[in-house]
């Protein structure tokens, strides 16, 4: 089915509206032609032929899973508010806590990321999660304070996959 519309500058535009069977294959396809240009010009290239309900929404959720978007996404880095840091002096004292994913499911089943960064070493420690609900989380960072020790500081970023006061504190 065709649809016509009037663009912006006036002249009339013919898009496709693909059925839903059909719009993961236009997704993939487009993507392997035309990806990796950053997701607002994906997004433009792909309205200019094609339309169908949640389409914007699709195409987020396919950039964010392929992981050649993912290490080509250019992230600007949050400012940190201004204050005094605390400098950690033992190892594992001060520990920065975050989720990574969702990645593509690898053989075994998993999807996620579970990272813990010692702020006086700067080492990292990954753990594999097959899903983020709160008992996986906090058994992932049993297991990582086992390795470690508990640590007496912990920033985080959690808050944004999990709720449960049981990963939280």
Not at 16 to 43: I, T, W
Not at 52 to 72: A, E, F, H, Y
Request: proline content about 5%; some cysteine.
């Amino acid at each position: 089915m065709k649809k016509n519309f009037l663009t912006n500058s006036g002249i009339e535009s013919c898009v496709l509206v693909v059925p839903k069977e059909c719009r993961q294959s236009v997704l993939v396809l487009a993507h392997n032609n035309f990806g990796h240009m950053g997701d607002k010009k994906f997004k433009y290239v792909i309205a200019q032929k094609f339309t169908w309900p949640g389409m914007m929404s699709d195409i987020m959720k396919l950039c964010r899973s392929r992981v050649t978007c993912q290490k080509q996404s250019k992230v600007k880095p949050r400012r940190a508010p201004m204050g005094i840091t605390p400098i950690a002096t033992e190892l594992f004292e001060s520990v920065v806590v975050d989720l990574v994913g969702p990645f593509s499911r690898s053989k075994s089943g998993y999807k996620y990321l579970l990272t813990m960064i010692c702020l006086a070493s700067r080492y990292p420690e990954t753990l594999l999660l097959k899903s983020i609900t709160a008992d996986e989380v906090a058994e992932g960072l049993v297991e990582l304070f086992c390795r470690h020790g508990v640590p007496r500081q912990r920033e985080n970023n959690l808050r944004v996959h999990c709720s449960n006061s049981c990963v939280l504190n």
